[in-house]
Nanobody, 124 residues
Framework: QVQLVESGGGLVQAGGSLRLSCAAS????????MGWFRQAPGKEREFVAF????????YYADSVKGRFTVSRDDAKNAAYLQMNSLKPEDTAVYFC?????????????????WGQGTQVTVSS
């Protein structure tokens, strides 16, 4: 059973930065695409960022493009989401998710495993 554990969330003022981490308990971490999603109160979960199994492809939601950066360190079985220039509308629970590489062309679907989420709150 794969476990994903997010960390790094917290309370930050608008304009500030946070770095989220996602630790995976799987030996074949490098075979998997990683995604970041978020869910704000009263809203549906939405796609935030994607990084392919080899790190060669990254994609971002338009709302975070230019402010967020996704990365991975296969030696540590970890993925990261660097969030800069945070806005109050970025407030949400952030989740990392994992899927086998090459499963779907749509980068927002096909995820088998999810973390429990970490709260990010951005004050104005």
């Amino acid at each position: 059973q794969v476990q994903l554990v997010e960390s790094g969330g917290g309370l930050v003022q608008a304009g500030g930065s946070l770095r989220l981490s996602c630790a995976a308990s799987i030996r074949t971490f490098s075979y998997y695409d990683m995604g970041w999603f978020r869910q704000a109160p009263g809203k549906e979960r939405e796609f935030v960022a994607f990084i392919s199994w080899n790190g060669g492809s990254t994609y971002y939601a338009d709302s975070v493009k230019g402010r967020f950066t996704v990365s991975r360190d296969d030696a540590k079985n970890a993925a990261y989401l660097q969030m800069n220039s945070l806005k109050p509308e970025d407030t949400a629970v952030y989740f990392c998710a994992q899927r086998p590489s090459g499963r779907y062309a749509n980068i927002a679907v096909g995820y088998d495993y999810w973390g429990q989420g970490t709260q990010v709150t951005v004050s104005s």
